[in-house]
């Protein structure tokens, strides 16, 4: 069956780096847009970065510009953010999703999420 799994969360000190991973299985990984949400306490999901199947486009919201890198592999099935510069309010839960839609604002799939943690 179709899968994401995400990987690399943790504890960070305010001004660390971190990298998320997310690993796809049982789908052709090159047909689908990706994308990185996160959700923290309290607070509605929000769409963080996204790129286009072949990688060539990429979208990031405001708060995170020039500090988040999207990318990914298709060769390893694998969508990455690179975080740096991370500061309390990145504090969530990180989540990978795929839609073969670059336009839908609700990703057909979705993985379990990774806790992000920004804490002195």
């Known amino acids: 069956q179709v899968q994401l799994v995400e990987s690399g969360g943790g504890l960070v000190q305010p001004g660390g780096s971190l990298r998320l991973s997310c690993t796809a299985s049982?789908?052709?990984?090159?047909?689908?847009?990706m994308a990185w949400y996160r959700q923290a306490p309290g607070k509605q999901r929000e769409l963080v970065a996204r790129i286009t199947s072949g990688g060539s486009t990429t979208n990031y919201a405001d708060s995170v510009k020039g500090r988040f890198t999207i990318s990914r592999d298709n060769a390893k099935n694998t969508l990455y953010l690179q975080m740096n510069s991370l500061k309390p309010e990145d504090t969530a839960v990180y989540y990978c999703a795929a839609d073969r839609s670059w336009s839908t604002s609700s990703p057909r799939l979705w993985g379990q999420g990774t806790q992000v943690t920004v804490s002195s």
């Open positions: 049982g789908m052709i990984f090159s047909l689908y847009h």
